[in-house]
């Protein structure tokens, strides 16, 4: 059987595949909505035909790209930026470096990322003979950005305070929420934090208290896990692995001093918030509450 289309469906046909096109999917593909990290000579990319009205920076390495309705409706170069400069100020030498630094973190499901944007300026005393580090500062912001393919443009975000930095950031599946480690420039000991699905920080773990060395998740985004020295004590362990329920707001520790039984090889996060720890005579499983499996 032959199939006849009239001039004015060819049309539609021909407009549709062309915007497909111009908008970056191949004609034919069926992309679901997500949010992609690829670098600038990845094929996939190159093979995207996207407007540069979507693009910001377009020249750079990589790119965080937001998929909707099977179109990419957002290209976010990601960059380094940094200017360097030295003078003498009150006799002293002095180098000065600016910049910016670009990052993004994807969920492991696709469907949300987060933009991390740090400005920075750094001032190093270079002048002969100083051995002091008094006058070595480190100033900026750091902002993140949770982006999805409802909102391309931000849905929410939220600047760190007292010029720190983001080291780790953990994007939690079914948008459940963003993990991120944060520290004082220049080689500050790191805190952790839990971040809602809607960007209000709902529980923070201070480096005071202990410092976050890892962070991990369950792989449906229920539970999260973070790894933690704890401050020099001859009563407590010295470090631990925490386990954060994400919906019930409860926690457990799973707790070794060095050289004892209970240190780790090392330890994963699993389904349903089951902690699942290597020790050197075989592996033990905690469910989400601590209860040994």
């Known amino acids: 059987m032959t199939l006849v289309l009239d001039s004015s469906l060819r049309l539609t046909l021909l407009a549709a595949s062309l915007l497909a096109g111009v908008a970056g999917v191949r004609p034919g593909s069926a992309a679901p909505d997500r949010v992609v990290l690829l670098s600038a000579g990845d094929p996939e990319y190159l093979a995207l035909a996207i407007p540069g009205s979507y693009k910001s920076t377009p ?38 470096q600016a910049g910016t630094i670009e990052r993004a973190f994807v969920a492991a499901d696709g469907r949300a990322a987060v933009f991390a944007r740090t400005r920075y300026v750094s001032r190093v005393d270079v002048t002969p003979g100083q ?9 900026g912001d750091t902002t993140l950005t949770l982006i999805d393919p409802a909102h391309p443009g931000g849905f929410w975000s939220v600047a760190l305070e007292d010029s720190r930095w983001a080291k780790e950031v953990l994007v939690l599946p079914a948008s459940s929420g963003v993990v991120v480690t944060t520290f004082l420039p220049r ?9 809602d699905p ?12 202990a410092e976050t060395l890892r962070i991990d998740a369950s792989p449906e985004g229920g539970h999260v896990a973070a ?20 919906a019930h707001g409860t926690q457990w520790t799973y707790a070794w001093r060095y050289g004892s039984e209970a240190e780790p090889v090392s330890w994963t996060m699993q389904s349903q918030g089951v902690l699942a720890v290597k020790l050197p005579g075989g592996t033990r499983r905690f469910d989400a509450t601590g209860r040994k499996l």
Do not use: Y
């Open 198 to 209: 809607t960007g209000h920080e709902s529980l923070r773990v201070a480096e005071s208290a």
């Open 187 to 195: 080689n500050g000991p790191t805190d952790v934090r839990i971040l």
């Open 227 to 246: 790894e933690v020295k704890f401050r020099d004590s001859e009563l407590l362990p010295e470090r631990g692995v925490i386990v954060f329920d994400l």
């Open 59 to 96: 020249d750079a390495p990589t790119h965080l790209l937001v998929f909707r309705g099977g179109l990419c409706v957002r290209d976010l170069g990601l960059s380094d930026e940094q200017r360097k400069d030295e003078h003498a100020t009150d006799g002293a030498a002095i180098v000065e």
């Open 131 to 139: 051995t002091s580090t008094a006058n070595d500062t480190v100033t």
